[in-house]
C-alpha cells in the first residue's frame, strides 16, 4: 500500500480494536481531543441540530399537555379499565428500563472484562441508560393517579407511623429503579470528569469556564487524581454490573408473583433480562449509526463497532426466542385450559395482529443478523434496530394487556383500546428521550477523549513490547 506523507500503516492490535487503516502520528493524541471536544465547542454547522432538537422539543409539548389532562381529569383518560388496569403505561414502563440496560452492560461489565473496544461507545449508552431511567419513571409516577403523593412509597418516619407494604411489587419497583438510576448516573457523571476538565481548560468563554471547572470538581490531572479516579471507578463499575441482572429481575417479578395467567412464569427474570438487552443494544444502534454519521465520527465509531454490537443483539435475539419457545411449550405441557386458551387467544384473538408482529419483528428478522453484510451495513443495520425495538414494546403489550383482557372470570372480559393519550404519551417520552440525547450531544463529549488516548498508547507499547 502506497502512504500519503506523514501517514504510517497502523499495526495489527489498532485494527483489531477498530481503528482505520491509517494513522497520523502527529494527530495520534492530540487531534482525537481536538475533535471530540471540538464537537462541543463549535458552533457552526448546527442547523441539523436545531431542527432535530426543535421536533424533539415539540414531542415534549405534547407529553406537557398529556400530563396535564391527565393531572386534571385522572387516568380514566387512558383507555385502562377492568380487567386491563395495566395499559400502555406499564408496557413502555418496561420496554424503557429494558432500553437502560445495555448502557450498564458496556460501561461496567465488558468494562471489568477489559474489553477496550466498549470505549467509543460507552459514554453515549451511558447517556442512553440515563434518559431511557427517566422515562420509565415517569408511567408509574402518573399511574398512581395522585402523583404528588409519590413519597408515600418511601419508608420515612411519618406522624401516623404508616410504612409502605413491602410485599407490593410498586415497592420493590421504586427501590430498584431509583439505585438503578442513582449508580448508573454517579457512574455516567464520573467518568466524564476528566474531559469535563479537558472542555473547562479549552472553553473560551467566562460562562464555560465557569460551569465545566465546577462540573470538573477540580480535576487537574496529578497522579494523585488518577489513583483515587481508577479507584473509584473500578468500585462503582463493580456495584453496577449486579444491577443488569436485578433491576429487570425484579420488573418481572411484578408480574411473575401474579396469579394472572401468561404472567405466573418462572422463565420471566432471564427471559426478561435477555430481552432488555436485546432492546438495549438495538437501541444503541439505533442512536450510534446516525451519530457517528451526522459528527463524523466514522473513525471513532467504526464497523467493527457496529458489528461488534449486532452480534451481542443476536446472541440477545437468539435467547429471547428460546424463551418463545419454553413458554409455548410449557403452555401446552402443562395441561392447564386456561394456559392453553391463552395461547390460543395471543394467536387468534383480538390482539392476533400484534402477537404476529412480534414474531416477525423479534424472530424472523433478528435472522438477518447471521449475514456480516447486514452486520457491516450501517443503513441496514439501523433499521433493522428500529424493527426490534418496535418489536420488543410489541412483546410487553402482548404480555401486560394480552393476558390481562381475558382472565378467569369470562363476565369480566374486555378488550382495550388505547386512547389518543395513551399515544400522546408514548410519543411524548419518546421527544424527551431524543431532546435529551440532543442536549448531551451538543454541550457534552460524547466519546471519552482520555480513554481513547489511553488506549491508543498502550496499543502502542503492546506493538513495540
Known amino acids: 500500500m502506497t502512504l500519503a506523507a506523514g501517514q504510517v500503516e497502523a499495526p495489527e492490535p489498532f485494527?483489531?480494536?477498530?481503528?482505520?487503516?491509517?494513522?497520523?502520528?502527529?494527530?495520534?493524541?492530540?487531534?482525537?481531543?481536538?475533535?471530540?471536544?471540538?464537537?462541543?465547542?463549535?458552533?457552526?454547522?448546527?442547523?441539523a441540530w436545531r431542527t432535530g432538537f426543535a421536533v424533539g422539543l415539540m414531542l415534549v409539548m405534547v407529553l406537557f399537555l398529556t400530563i396535564v389532562v391527565l393531572v386534571s381529569i385522572g387516568i380514566g383518560e387512558w383507555g385502562v379499565m377492568i380487567p386491563v388496569a395495566w395499559g400502555f403505561a406499564i408496557t413502555s414502563f418496561v420496554w424503557w428500563i429494558g432500553i437502560g440496560h445495555a448502557g450498564t452492560l458496556i460501561s461496567a461489565i465488558l468494562f471489568l472484562l477489559k474489553q477496550q473496544w466498549r470505549t467509543s461507545i460507552n459514554r453515549f449508552a451511558e447517556a442512553m441508560t440515563i434518559f431511557a431511567v427517566m422515562q420509565a419513571g415517569l408511567y408509574p409516577l402518573f399511574h398512581l393517579g395522585r402523583p404528588w403523593f409519590f413519597y408515600w412509597l418511601i419508608p420515612y418516619p411519618?406522624?401516623?407511623?404508616?410504612?409502605?407494604?413491602?410485599?407490593?411489587?410498586?415497592?420493590?419497583?421504586?427501590?430498584?429503579?431509583?439505585?438503578?438510576?442513582?449508580?448508573?448516573?454517579?457512574?455516567?457523571?464520573?467518568?466524564?470528569?476528566?474531559?469535563?476538565?479537558?472542555?473547562?481548560?479549552r472553553a473560551l468563554t467566562r460562562t464555560r469556564k465557569v460551569v465545566y471547572g465546577v462540573l470538573a470538581l477540580g480535576w487537574r490531572g496529578s497522579s494523585r487524581h488518577w489513583h483515587r479516579y481508577e479507584q473509584t471507578y473500578y468500585l462503582l463499575a463493580a456495584l453496577a454490573t449486579p444491577l443488569v441482572v436485578s433491576v429487570h429481575s425484579v420488573v418481572s417479578t411484578d408480574f411473575a408473583v401474579g396469579i394472572v395467567v401468561g404472567w405466573h412464569?418462572?422463565?420471566?427474570?432471564?427471559?426478561?433480562?435477555?430481552?432488555?438487552?436485546?432492546?438495549?443494544?438495538?437501541?444503541?444502534?439505533?442512536?450510534?449509526?446516525?451519530?457517528?454519521?451526522?459528527?463524523?465520527?466514522?473513525?471513532?465509531?467504526?464497523?467493527?463497532?457496529?458489528?461488534?454490537?449486532?452480534?451481542?443483539?443476536?446472541?440477545?435475539?437468539?435467547?429471547?426466542?428460546?424463551s418463545y419457545v419454553v413458554e409455548h411449550f410449557m403452555g401446552w405441557y402443562s395441561g392447564n385450559e386456561f394456559e392453553v386458551a391463552l395461547l390460543a387467544n395471543r394467536a387468534f384473538g383480538p390482539y392476533a395482529l400484534w402477537y404476529w408482529l412480534v414474531l416477525v419483528c423479534n424472530v424472523a428478522v433478528t435472522q438477518l443478523l447471521w449475514?456480516?453484510?447486514?452486520?457491516?451495513?450501517?443503513?441496514?443495520?439501523?433499521?433493522?434496530?428500529?424493527?426490534?425495538?418496535?418489536?420488543?414494546?410489541?412483546?410487553?403489550?402482548?404480555?401486560?394487556?394480552?393476558?390481562?383482557?381475558?382472565?378467569?372470570?369470562?363476565?369480566?372480559?374486555?378488550?382495550?383500546?388505547?386512547?389518543?393519550?395513551?399515544?400522546?404519551?408514548?410519543?411524548?417520552?419518546?421527544?424527551?428521550?431524543?431532546?435529551?440525547?440532543?442536549?448531551?450531544?451538543?454541550?457534552?463529549?460524547?466519546?471519552?477523549?482520555?480513554?481513547?488516548?489511553?488506549?491508543?498508547?498502550?496499543?502502542?507499547l503492546a506493538r513495540r513490547g
Open 15 to 47: 485494527i483489531e480494536h477498530g481503528f482505520p487503516p491509517l494513522l497520523t502520528p502527529d494527530n495520534s493524541y492530540g487531534s482525537i481531543t481536538d475533535r471530540i471536544d471540538g464537537l462541543v465547542m463549535r458552533s457552526e454547522g448546527r442547523g
Open 158 to 201: 411519618s406522624t401516623m407511623g404508616v410504612w409502605p407494604q413491602f410485599r407490593s411489587p410498586l415497592i420493590w419497583d421504586f427501590f430498584a429503579v431509583s439505585t438503578y438510576f442513582t449508580v448508573s448516573l454517579i457512574f455516567w457523571y464520573l467518568g466524564m470528569v476528566p474531559d469535563l476538565a479537558s472542555l473547562r481548560d
Open 265 to 322: 412464569e418462572t422463565i420471566f427474570p432471564p427471559y426478561f433480562v435477555a430481552g432488555a438487552l436485546f432492546s438495549g443494544f438495538a437501541m444503541v444502534l439505533t442512536i450510534s449509526i446516525p451519530l457517528r454519521v451526522a459528527y463524523g465520527l466514522q473513525d471513532f465509531v467504526t464497523l467493527r463497532h457496529l458489528d461488534i454490537m449486532a452480534k451481542f443483539m443476536l446472541v440477545t435475539g437468539l435467547v429471547v426466542d428460546y
Open 371 to 460: 449475514f456480516k453484510r447486514v452486520r457491516t451495513t450501517p443503513f441496514l443495520l439501523f433499521w433493522v434496530s428500529i424493527v426490534v425495538n418496535i418489536g420488543m414494546w410489541l412483546e410487553r403489550f402482548m404480555i401486560v394487556v394480552g393476558s390481562l383482557e381475558r382472565d378467569y372470570l369470562p363476565s369480566s372480559w374486555g378488550v382495550f383500546t388505547p386512547t389518543i393519550w395513551d399515544w400522546s404519551f408514548l410519543l411524548g417520552t419518546l421527544g424527551l428521550f431524543a431532546s435529551l440525547m440532543f442536549l448531551f450531544a451538543r454541550f457534552l463529549p460524547v466519546i471519552p477523549a482520555f480513554e481513547m488516548r489511553r488506549m491508543l498508547h498502550e496499543l502502542w
